[in-house]
T-cell receptor
């Protein structure tokens, strides 16, 4: 099976812009979770989608949003970008019932 | 507050040594605990997942244990190799909904 794919891999934006990141889970996985990784805060959970519904949400402002499509692909959107949004954004798909998470390579976002 | 802690933050050992990485968590009502490996600039690779009803899991030279009563997990690496150099993260899940809390990681360096 192909692994989790994320596009784009690298992105440079300026403050105030918005960005959309995409994640395609492993075939057959219906759960997609998003994480932000920064040197200062480490890995932090953003949200999780299962069968097109947001099932869990972390402590991030409303500028961070997501959605999931019927084919389980997920997108994450960040509006009004701030310098502090510069990070590696990782998505993971979950295999049930074991609940093992498989991570994609990440999208590295730089906000200037 | 549910927290996962990893000590030490960095560890350097000579090749061939057996070593133990430590992880502690504040809430014993853990659903499962997963160990990951992250290479620089890359995504996460799942190494082992221990369900709350299990005490340990093994894969090759890796063995992970879980002690819920003491709030601890360990990752044992036998006969370490330079290729084992990476950051190792443990992560605890407190629900079945794929929201997991990560430790800050231990950066492991194996000296040839």
């Amino acid at each position: 099976k192909a692994g989790v794919t994320q596009t784009p891999r690298y992105l440079i934006k300026t403050r105030g812009q918005q960005v959309t990141l995409s994640c395609s889970p492993i075939s057959g996985h219906r759960s997609v979770s998003w994480y932000q990784q920064t040197p200062g805060q480490g890995l932090q959970f953003l949200f999780e989608y299962f069968s097109e519904t947001q099932r869990n949400k972390g402590n991030f402002p409303g500028r961070f949003s997501g959605r999931q499509f019927s084919n389980s692909r997920s997108e994450m959107n960040v509006s009004t970008l701030e310098l502090g949004d510069s990070a590696l954004y990782l998505c993971a798909s979950t295999e049930f019932p074991q609940e093992t998470q498989y991570f994609g390579p990440g999208t590295r976002l730089l906000v200037l | 507050k549910q927290e996962v802690t990893q000590i030490p933050a960095a560890l350097s050992v000579p090749e061939g040594e057996n070593l133990v990485l430590n992880c502690s968590f504040t809430d014993s009502a853990i659903y499962n605990l997963q160990w990951f490996r992250q290479d620089p600039g890359k995504g996460l690779t799942s190494l082992l997942l221990i369900q709350s009803s299990q005490r340990e899991q093994t894969s090759g030279r890796l063995n992970a244990s879980l002690d819920k009563s003491s709030g601890r997990s360990t990752l044992y690496i036998a006969a370490s190799q330079p290729g084992d150099s990476a950051t190792y993260l443990c992560a605890g899940s407190y629900s079945s909904a794929s929201k997991i809390i990560f430790g800050s990681g231990t950066r492991l360096s194996i000296r040839p």
